[in-house]
């Protein structure tokens, strides 16, 4: 049975929802039929983005569906090259999807690249992403209040945010972000930022919540798992659960979608074995600093990590 968060706007999300991020180009040309089938199973939180090619997928996976749109939780995002033009890219998003409006809008990162309407990972000629200094995420946030005032988005949020650039955007911001969507699993638990979104009100969303094989293969995720009857995969998602986190495992096939839905219920003793994996580990591929400690093109110092 599905279960829910209040967001601070008083809106109900399911806490399980079923990502769409696929660069198979099969899996993608298909998408309509899978994301169709996950709805049928039971899903009722889709998340996507533009960047991700899939927002066209997913608005024909609701007609498909034939469940009724207003029983359907819809996340899409402001492409971090669209930081220029947010109202065009919100636009864009809705003829994509056929919808008046998404139940949540997110930033997709606190910084930018240059607008190339061919290319979403704009590089320099040395090879760097082509990042730019202005509009600032405070600024582009500016945007996206006016698209919740619209009336084209429900609710507004943010994704890979750290501490650092919460506060920076706190500072400003007239509405604070109903949620922050960030890498999270068992080798990266993000206890500090999880304890600040909870003080301020912000949920917390995780990608890639089964923390891949590294985590799936951990000896104790194993062991935990085999008690349950379960899968590695289903435990660390249950721990996300546990942690009063929403989950966005991605999955294609049928039976992966039906082992995402149906988690078991992690005693106190196992929840803590868990805990004691953390090791600020990220898995997630785009995730890890380069040989000059550059994430997608900004420092780890300044997005926060």
Not at 123 to 135: L, T
Not at 137 to 146: G, P, R, S
Request: with cysteine; charged share 25%.
């Amino acid at each position: 049975m599905l279960t829910y968060k209040v967001l601070s706007t008083g809106a109900k999300i399911p806490v399980i929802a079923n990502g769409t991020w696929d660069w198979d180009p099969a899996s993608r040309e298909r998408g309509k039929e899978w994301i169709a089938g996950a709805l049928k199973m039971g899903y009722r939180h889709i998340d996507t983005a533009l960047i991700y090619g899939m927002e066209k997928a997913v608005g024909d996976a609701i007609k498909l569906s034939r469940i009724d749109r207003k029983d359907i939780w819809i996340t899409t995002k402001l492409p971090w090259n669209h930081h220029s033009r947010v109202f065009q890219s919100i636009d864009e998003s809705l003829n994509n999807l056929g919808l008046e409006s998404v139940d949540l809008y997110l930033m997709h990162w606190p910084h930018f690249v240059r607008y190339d309407p061919e290319d979403f990972l704009p590089k320099n000629p040395d090879g760097s992403y082509a990042v730019v200094d202005s509009p600032t995420f405070t600024e582009v946030w500016a945007d996206m209040e006016k698209v919740l005032e619209m009336g084209k988005a429900k609710a507004i949020g943010v994704c890979n945010f750290s501490v650092k650039n919460l506060e920076l955007l706190l500072k400003t911001a007239r509405i604070v972000p109903a949620v922050n969507q960030v890498e999270m699993h068992p080798y990266l638990a993000q206890k500090e930022l999880k304890a600040y979104c909870k003080e301020k009100g912000i949920v917390i969303e995780a990608y890639t919540p089964s923390g891949l094989c590294h985590v799936r293969d951990d000896p104790i995720i194993i062991e935990i798992a085999k008690r349950y009857g379960a899968t590695p995969n289903q435990i660390a998602l249950a721990w996300n659960l546990a942690r009063d986190v929403i989950i966005i495992p991605k999955s294609a096939n049928e039976e992966r979608q039906r082992e995402n839905l149906f988690l078991p219920t992690l005693e106190e003793d196992d929840l803590q074995k868990i805990d004691r994996l953390d090791r600020n580990q990220r898995v997630c591929p785009g995730n890890f600093p380069d040989e000059n400690g550059m994430v997608m093109g900004w420092p780890v110092e300044k997005l926060g990590w």
